[in-house]
């Protein structure tokens, strides 16, 4: 793999995602609108003894920055690579001396620069609002990247296990909603009986939002979310690597 024809690549790359709008609306627009009206909100911005203390648009940072990071992670970027092999992008790349796993390798870096980008944008958003700043500055940073990587191994577990794009794009959708209810998108995690939190607690989304929280509110954490987080990110990767295939 030559640096140039990497480079090539990440261009096309963004250039495509460029064509496509309404995917780039889905996976920035929508969680940054979602933060925006919430800081536009008074009562949004007040602490609330529900909410463990924390303001509404505190507590909701962290599931809207889930969401941003699985929407890129766990549907663009699977449906990014389906597409090329479906098409026969990729088997066509055999014929030439770039191989196909550049191509893999652009789109994995163009949706992990999107993937750190969206939760710092989301989070700036919070702070101008009057949000708290992050507790554990060097921690949220850690656990933005790692999140990334979690979720675009399970990202490249989708697309290695699902040739068909639409049945691609389905299954995408019901890891992000899943990983949405752990993260506590609809129901915070600091409301949630013991039993859900628990459970949750076993996945990427409920593990990663617990990470944020207390990077963000403070606290001493829990490795165990650590451990889960790295559990699933070495799984997926060994799962992707085994099952992939260019055709």
């Keep these: 793999m030559t640096t140039s ?48 203390g924390l303001s509404v648009i505190e507590a909701f940072t962290a599931p809207i920055i889930m969401v941003s990071v699985t929407v890129i992670c766990v549907m663009s970027m699977p449906q ?16 030439t001396p770039v191989p196909p796993a550049t191509v893999l390798a652009a789109s994995l870096v163009v949706h992990a620069v999107l993937a750190l980008a969206m939760p710092c944008a989301v989070l700036a958003v919070t702070l101008l609002a009057g949000g708290r700043a992050p507790a554990h500055p060097v921690l949220l940073a850690g656990t933005i990247v790692l999140m990334s990587i979690t979720f675009l191994a399970i990202g490249a577990v989708l697309c290695a296990v699902i040739p068909n794009v639409r049945v691609l794009s389905g299954a995408g959708n019901v890891v992000a909603i899943l990983m949405w209810f752990s993260a506590g998108l609809w129901i915070p995690r600091a409301v949630m009986p013991d039993w859900a939190r628990t459970l949750t607690d076993l996945t990427p989304g409920g593990a990663s939002a617990e990470l944020l929280n207390t990077a963000m509110a403070g606290g001493q954490g829990d490795w165990l979310d650590l451990l889960v987080c790295l559990a699933w990110t070495v799984l997926a990767l060994a799962v992707a690597v085994r099952s992939f295939r260019w055709e």
Excluded: D
């Design 5 to 52: 024809a990497l480079g090539a690549l990440v261009r096309a790359e963004t250039r495509q995602l460029r064509r496509s709008p309404a995917a780039l609306i889905f996976a920035i627009g929508l969680p940054l609108l979602a933060i925006i009206v919430m800081a536009l909100i008074p009562g949004a911005r007040a602490p609330r003894e529900a909410f463990g």
């Design 80 to 95: 990014t690579i389906g597409t090329h092999r479906e098409s026969g992008f990729l088997r066509r790349l055999r014929t």
